[in-house]
């Protein structure tokens, strides 16, 4: 037994574990709280006038609002669970945010030391569990043995989270070393280190445009900053660019500027998919260029495109790693637009060969914004009629599933630079993400509205926050449920693979409206169109927290006529047609 006196100034590893985070500029932290991080809870309440914990009402909402943190701020999100079912329960924030190149921070309490490797209550291996790689779940796991060192390992996960392509780290806290006590002095605020574009590649990229007849640009990926869109934004006026977002980054790039192509995603617009296609240059800034931003490496064929493509990543590891690039350029978002906007055409943009190719391309995004209307209930007039009732930097999420398709389709977002961020998305597609999101963002950022639009089944996945939503704050926030009946996307699939053979995607669902008003929150029904504004009125002059729940047929995913048709194509093929 230890006899030595307490060191002057120490105090337990738990209150200097909230102590760093103060430190990194943390003043809110979402979690589910547990027997093996007590220490730490303790430590929130030392310090709760300068830092809150939001406790949760399950570990999987609780990682999707860090997850949402991290995109909002451009700093880790934070969250904490407890070991063994709280870790397996957040695997789902922590894989969205590895795939979303989002930075976040995951504190998992731990059994303690002399316990271990006895497969003690909850006890699980979270080095193997959560292994570091380009296909695993964090970029760094870690285990605090020592309180000494604990304030190291904080900084460490900081810059980790930050460096390079950003992305989640995973901590692992023995609940014997939160107990323990030290005098360890907290770390300097974490400030990411940056990678400039060097001039000669700036050179070449400069000949490249000079050269080329049908430039593209596809933005994506993490780590931008608002200086950063800013100068992407000018990059291409200067040069006259369309411009296309990656998947569910759609708000790098004002939708309403005349250089914006649309969304390169799930559901892209046929001609912009042939545009694609048909460039003699891609300009990829920050996207990985993974699945569903190259329509399943078709759009450009992997590994060796038959577009010359130039692809700028804040990443090393990530560059050539599917693609084989023409040129490759490592480069921090929060730069890489910075230097490209030095660049500027010889002649002017006036003498630029595309400029009917760029008129052409903003002309085929603003003819997808047609529709036919839908009787009873008219989703593309829902998501115009919420465009036209709120500000334009009010923040839309969604999880996954096809009734995002409305949104992404028909929501013009603005610019991060324009207000903020205004996307809240998985491009993991995980269900579920989009109303905890939505609850994190109202918590975090009160001021703004947040509109969380959801499916019948994406919303019963984390619905449970409404609880959280009320317990801290939540006022701006709105969730429209579109409820069909069934899993739309499977639905679809199976219509297409199986036509007229339903297994497995059909939905009991409760009254949506009822479940929400035993939250505490005003609530709605709507099956027609029209029902539909007077309720977002009623919800805006509220001012408090409301659930619209529409009601649709089962047979809609994105639309009757897109069911019809592959139904149709389903039908032509097993017939041999």
């Known amino acids: 037994m230890n ?24 003043d809110t932290a979402f979690g589910v709280p547990g027997e093996s991080f007590l220490a730490v809870l303790d430590g929130f309440h030392e310090h709760r006038d ?40 957040a695997s789902i924030g922590l894989h969205t945010a590895f795939q979303d190149s989002t930075p976040l921070v995951l504190f998992i309490g731990q059994v303690a030391s002399d316990q271990r490797d006895r497969e003690a209550f909850q006890e699980v291996d979270y080095r193997q569990m959560f292994g570091p790689g380009t296909l695993g779940m964090a970029k760094w796991v870690g285990e605090i043995q020592d309180a000494d060192r604990l304030p ?15 992305g989640p780290v995973v901590l692992v806290l023995p609940e014997d070393m939160l107990t323990q006590l030290t005098d360890a002095p907290v770390l300097p605020r974490a400030k990411a280190a940056v ?58 790039f004002d939708n309403r500027d005349p250089l914006y192509a649309g969304d390169v995603g799930i559901g892209i617009n046929p001609a912009l998919a042939r545009r694609v296609a048909d460039a003699d240059l891609i300009l990829a800034i920050g996207p990985r260029l993974g699945e569903m931003t190259t329509g399943g490496y078709t759009l450009l064929k992997a590994p060796r495109p038959a577009q010359q493509l130039v692809h700028i990543h804040a990443g090393a590891e990530e560059l050539g790693r599917v693609y084989a690039a023409d040129q490759m350029i490592q480069a921090s978002m929060s730069t890489a637009a910075l230097a490209l906007q030095q660049l500027r055409p010889p002649g002017g943009a006036q003498e630029l060969p595309w400029l009917d190719w760029t008129r052409e ?11 036919q209307p839908v009787a009873p209930m008219d989703m593309t007039e829902v998501i115009r009629t919420l465009d036209r009732l709120l500000p334009a930097e009010t923040i839309f999420t969604n999880g996954a599933g096809n009734y995002s398709g409305w ?37 975090l950022q009160q001021d703004r509205w947040v509109v969380n639009i959801a499916g019948d089944g994406d919303f019963l996945m984390t619905g449970q926050e409404m609880a959280t939503a009320m317990a801290h704050g939540a006022r701006k926030l709105i969730c429209v449920v579109v409820d069909n009946g069934t899993y739309g996307t499977i639905r679809m699939h199976q219509e297409r693979e199986y036509p007229g053979r339903v297994s497995g995607s059909d939905l009991h669902n409760p009254d949506f409206a009822a479940m929400a008003r035993a939250f505490g929150w005003q609530a709605f029904s709507a099956e027609r169109t029209a029902d539909v504004e007077p309720a977002l009125r009623q919800a805006i002059a509220a001012q408090t927290p409301t ?31």
Request: net charge positive; with cysteine; glycine share 10%.
């Open 361 to 371: 391309a903003h002309a085929d995004y603003q003819r997808n914004q047609q529709a």
């Open 50 to 89: 300068r830092i809150r914990f939001v406790a949760c009402r399950q570990e999987g909402g609780a990682a999707f609002m860090a997850e949402a943190q991290g995109k909002l701020t451009g700093r880790p999100g934070i969250c904490f669970v407890t070991r063994g079912p709280g870790a397996t329960n």
């Open 407 to 443: 949104l992404h389709r028909f929501h013009r977002y603005t610019a991060l630079h324009q207000g903020g961020r205004t996307q809240l998305a998985p491009t993991s597609g995980a269900m579920g993400y989009g109303f905890p999101a939505a609850v994190a963002a109202s918590v």
């Open 3 to 26: 006899s030595s006196p307490p060191r002057a100034g120490a105090r337990s590893a738990g209150h200097v574990l909230v102590e760093a985070l103060i430190e990194q500029g943390v």
């Open 152 to 166: 190291e390992y904080v900084a460490r996960a900081f810059h980790t989270a930050l460096q390079g392509r950003p």
């Open 547 to 577: 659930l619209l729940h529409l009601k649709l047929p089962a047979d809609v995913s994105t639309s009757r006529a897109t069911l019809t048709t592959i139904r149709e194509a389903a039908r032509r093929r097993l017939a041999g047609g």
């Open 195 to 252: 990678a400039w574009p060097a001039p000669a590649d700036l050179v070449e990229l400069q000949a490249r445009l000079e050269a080329a007849q049908r430039p593209f640009v596809i933005a994506g990926g993490g780590g931008w900053t608002s200086e950063s869109t800013v100068a992407l934004q000018d990059f291409a006026q200067a040069w006259q660019l369309p411009v296309g977002c990656a998947f569910r980054f759609q708000d790098l």
